[in-house]
């Protein structure tokens, strides 16, 4: 095995441990309500992802732990978007908006 092969391995490891370390940074930033983070992580992990991708689909010894890493990142993405939704929807239910929507809906809906 060349050098070069060598280094491109590392990388694709240390690419994958890059992702796993920003993806638990995203879910803590979830988990603490951290918004403007949050927007942040998200997007280094798309960017992350990205360069994964970029250096072609995942492939010799290290491409299990490759696919997990970015299995991780899907998972760590819809992790938050299903937190953020759920924050959304309190916020609805608080402020009454679906109340006011409907209201007004109704109101429309007569002659």
């Given at each position: 095995?060349?050098?070069?092969?060598?280094?491109?391995?590392?990388?694709?490891?240390?690419?994958?441990?890059?992702?796993?370390?920003?993806?638990?940074?995203?879910?803590?930033?979830?988990?603490?309500?951290?918004?403007?983070?949050?927007?942040?992580?998200?997007?280094?992990?798309?960017?992350?992802?990205?360069?994964?991708?970029?250096?072609?689909?995942?492939?010799?010894?290290?491409?299990?732990?490759?696919?997990?890493?970015?299995?991780?990142?899907?998972?760590?993405?819809?992790?938050?978007?299903?937190?953020?939704?759920?924050?959304?929807?309190?916020?609805?239910r608080?402020?009454?908006a679906?109340?006011?929507y409907?209201?007004?809906?109704?109101?429309?809906?007569?002659?």
């Amino acid at each position: 095995m060349s050098a070069d092969c060598a280094i491109i391995r590392m990388t694709r490891v240390a690419r994958s441990a890059e992702l796993r370390r920003i993806c638990a940074q995203l879910d803590l930033a979830v988990t603490q309500g951290d918004m403007a983070r949050v927007g942040a992580l998200e997007h280094a992990v798309r960017n992350a992802v990205m360069a994964m991708v970029g250096d072609g689909a995942p492939s010799g010894p290290e491409a299990a732990e490759e696919l997990s890493a970015l299995e991780a990142a899907l998972g760590a993405l819809h992790g938050a978007v299903g937190h953020l939704q759920e924050v959304q929807r309190r916020e609805m239910r608080k402020s009454g908006a679906r109340k006011l929507y409907l209201a007004q809906a109704g109101r429309r809906a007569q002659p």
